[in-house]
């Protein structure tokens, strides 16, 4: 493991259900990303997208292998998983899951309250910024748009400075206008503040913004693409189910 790896997994497999309802969700996946880069996850519905990402982020626990986020093992306790997931985790989800009731600063600072850390207030202000909501502090979510409240929940994930982002279809419930500002919201957090960047996506274009596009079918990863472009996801993305039909799947 070098110093600069932000996300290993070591022969990772998930099975769930037990005997006649088993699942293979992941075969085995093994990968490796250095800090600081952006990283796509495509596939077809069902080739374990959602699950590596889940298992990624310590969210789930693999049937077998090991995962390491900034070269610590997840590992150990749900209290512990539930505390480092705090510190070096982000999330981003389709549905933004911002809390009601609290306004956008009171959201964005939840996690670092959650972990009993004090406020750093220039920190917020900063990232807030950067996402382009520094005016729109005591809104509730309801009275911001869809775009406006994935870019809370982008700050809410952003203002720990997680060792790794991992965002499942952040663009999913967006117009085409709004994705393409959280997509360049996503490589400015890369490419300027050096944040790493795990993206699950069904669209080309959306993946097209990543430094490299990992490909997954059943469960296991069969391509990886770097520098893509729309058209080149969109071609491999073809063949991924051309050779799945080959396979009779
Ligand atoms: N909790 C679960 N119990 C049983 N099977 C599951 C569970 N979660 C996922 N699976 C199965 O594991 C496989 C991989 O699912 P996963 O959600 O990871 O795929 P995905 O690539 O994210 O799909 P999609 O693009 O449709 O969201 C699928 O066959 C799914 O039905």
């Known amino acids: 493991m070098t110093d600069?790896?932000?996300?290993?997994?070591?022969?990772?497999?998930?099975?769930?259900?037990?005997?006649?309802?088993?699942v293979i969700a992941l075969a085995e996946v093994s990968l490796s990303l250095a800090a600081g880069t952006f990283t796509a996850v495509?596939?077809?519905?069902?080739?374990?997208?959602?699950?590596?990402l889940q298992c990624a982020a310590g969210l789930e626990r693999p049937t077998a292998g090991r995962v390491f986020v900034a070269g610590r093992e997840l590992a150990g306790s749900e209290t512990e998983l539930t505390r480092f997931r705090r510190e070096h985790v982000g999330f981003v989800f389709q549905q933004?899951?911002?809390?009601?009731?609290?306004?956008?600063?009171?959201?964005?600072?939840?996690?670092?309250?959650?972990?009993?850390?004090?406020?750093?207030?220039?920190?917020?202000?900063?990232?807030?910024?950067?996402v382009g909501l520094g005016d729109r502090l005591t809104h509730r979510p309801q009275?911001?748009?869809?775009?406006?409240?994935?870019?809370?929940?982008i700050a809410r994930a952003l203002v720990t400075s997680p060792s790794?982002?991992?965002?499942?279809?952040?663009?999913?419930?967006?117009?085409?206008?709004?994705?393409?500002?959280?997509?360049?919201?996503?490589?400015?957090?890369?490419?300027?503040?050096?944040?790493t960047l795990v993206l699950v996506t069904h669209d080309p274009i959306a993946a097209a913004h990543a430094d490299s596009v990992l490909f997954l079918a059943d469960g296991r990863i069969v391509g990886h693409l770097v520098a893509p472009t729309a058209e080149a996801v969109a071609e491999r993305l073809t063949h991924l189910g051309e050779d799945l039909a080959g396979k009779g799947v």
């Open 4 to 22: 600069t790896e932000a996300l290993r997994l070591d022969g990772v497999r998930k099975v769930h259900g037990t005997g006649d309802n088993q």
């Open 42 to 52: 495509m596939g077809p519905s069902g080739s374990g997208k959602s699950t590596l």
């Open 96 to 130: 933004f899951n911002l809390l009601p009731a609290l306004t956008v600063l009171q959201n964005v600072t939840l996690p670092v309250r959650l972990a009993g850390k004090r406020v750093d207030a220039r920190r917020v202000a900063e990232v807030l910024d950067q």
């Open 143 to 153: 009275e911001l748009s869809g775009g406006q409240q994935q870019r809370v929940a």
């Open 164 to 195: 790794v982002i991992f965002a499942d279809e952040p663009t999913g419930a967006l117009d085409i206008r709004s994705a393409r500002a959280v997509l360049k919201l996503f490589q400015q957090s890369v490419r300027v503040y050096g944040q």
